[in-house]
DNA sequence: GGGGAAACAAGTGCATGCCA
DNA sequence: TGGCATGCACTTGTTTCCCC
């Protein structure tokens, strides 16, 4: 049968601002966009509900939220009526995209006047138990793939310590070299101006900016823009193996090329010399180091380094067996990382397609 | 319900100074 | 004198939160 959004639930709103929350003391949680925003000693909504994000970050998100909770003003309520089971409206209003409802000048907000009438398919209470149930594994699924990512980044990182010390303490007592001293390390070219001129963009030549260094795990394996003859004339092309480094916005972050390619001023480039080091050893030890350097980082309008600081850089270096090593180690925990990514964007192609089957 | 201020993130613009 | 390195200011988009 089907049914219209608001033949099945009533809106529900509520005037909660952050700064009325408690800590931990409260009794109750209240949910924000981003999860439990607080606690307090009362509640709003007896049964399980469906929150869905009206305005800001995450805009037309749903939630499905217990009872016993609260909402923030950022929030609304939609409850279910007696006739349609709480997880299956979540479902439901999951599969509808609700940011699409968006309106507003500078904010986008959605309202439930606007997306009440959208339809979906109703069914009897045990069709929806079933649907619940197939729906629910597909999402131990998920939440476990990315568990075991999450894992596996930790294992790296604890591998590293376990072979290497502490870095920050140099607990084994390696070599310092200053980072200058072990490679080429220079800046990244953008010199026409202006930067962003199409004549520049647009051709085979890889682009690769500071947020998806930021962004790359290991190694960078995509990218979004590309320069054209003219914009590799007034840039330069780096190797393959090349490991980029933030110095604007995103400080130290870092991330190593996978194909040879182009970035602006914004990131310097290290390619090892005829030295000791690796830098996939070298990625990892800039990873305990980052928020060193980043709170370091002068901040006018935006966070910057420059070259001199990281030149000036003591890398503690283990012997070139050892780093080997440690290289084969993430090798290994990389194949067991793009495994796990591969069967999670299978699963969630599951379960996208299963929503548009059941709610499309 | 309707709207926007404030803070933050990330990329771009450009003045300044150094150096070959 | 032009190319380049540097770094602050600016622009644009995103996110959080709150006011009326």
């Not at 949680?29 to 869905?52: D, R, T």
């Not at 995209?97 to 904010?107: E, N």
């Not at 990315?146 to 980044?153: A, G, R, S, Y």
């Not at 393959?240 to 400080?251: D, E, H, R, V």
């Amino acid at each position: 049968m089907i049914v219209k959004l608001e033949d099945v639930c009533i809106k529900g709103t509520s005037n909660i601002r952050q700064k009325d929350l408690i800590n931990k003391d409260g009794k109750y949680s209240v949910y924000g966009a981003s999860g439990i925003a607080g606690y307090l000693n009362s509640f709003q909504f007896e049964k399980p509900y469906v929150g869905v994000v009206k305005d800001g970050a995450g805009i037309g998100r749903a939630m499905y939220l217990p009872q016993n909770s609260s909402i923030i003003g950022t929030m609304q309520a939609l409850i279910p009526k007696e006739n349609i089971l709480p997880k299956y409206l979540y479902y439901a209003v999951s599969a509808m995209h609700l940011d699409k409802y968006y309106s507003g000048a500078t904010i986008p907000h959605i309202y439930f006047k606007n997306y009440k009438h959208e339809k979906f398919n109703l069914v009897s209470v045990e069709e929806q138990k079933q649907i619940i149930t197939i729906f629910s594994a597909i999402e131990k699924n998920i939440n476990y793939r990315n568990h075991q990512l999450n894992k596996l980044n930790e294992l790296i990182k604890a591998r590293f310590v376990e072979m290497f010390g502490d870095p920050i303490l140099n607990s084994h007592y390696y070599n310092l070299v200053k980072l200058s001293s072990l490679g080429t390390l220079a800046r990244g070219k953008s010199k026409h101006r202006p930067r962003n001129d199409p004549q520049l963009l647009g051709g085979p030549y890889p682009l690769i900016q500071t947020g998806e260094i930021a962004n790359s795990d290991i190694f960078i394996k995509k990218f979004t823009n590309t320069y054209s003859e003219l914009g590799l004339q007034q840039s330069k092309m780096w190797p393959k193996g090349t490991l980029c480094i933030t110095i604007a916005a995103n400080i130290a972050q870092t991330a190593i090329l996978s194909f040879d390619a182009c970035f602006p001023d914004s990131v310097v480039g290290f390619i090892p010399g005829n030295c000791d080091i690796m830098p996939l050893y070298l990625h990892y030890w800039f990873s305990f180091f980052q928020k060193i350097i980043d709170s370091q980082a002068s901040q006018v309008a935006q966070k910057n380094i420059n070259l001199k600081v990281l030149s000036n850089l003591e890398v503690m270096l283990p012997p070139k067996n050892e780093q080997n090593e440690f290289a084969n180690f993430v090798q290994q925990v990389d194949k067991s990382k793009v495994a796990v990514q591969k069967s999670l964007d299978e699963t969630q192609k599951l379960f996208d397609s299963l929503m548009q089957e059941y709610f499309g």
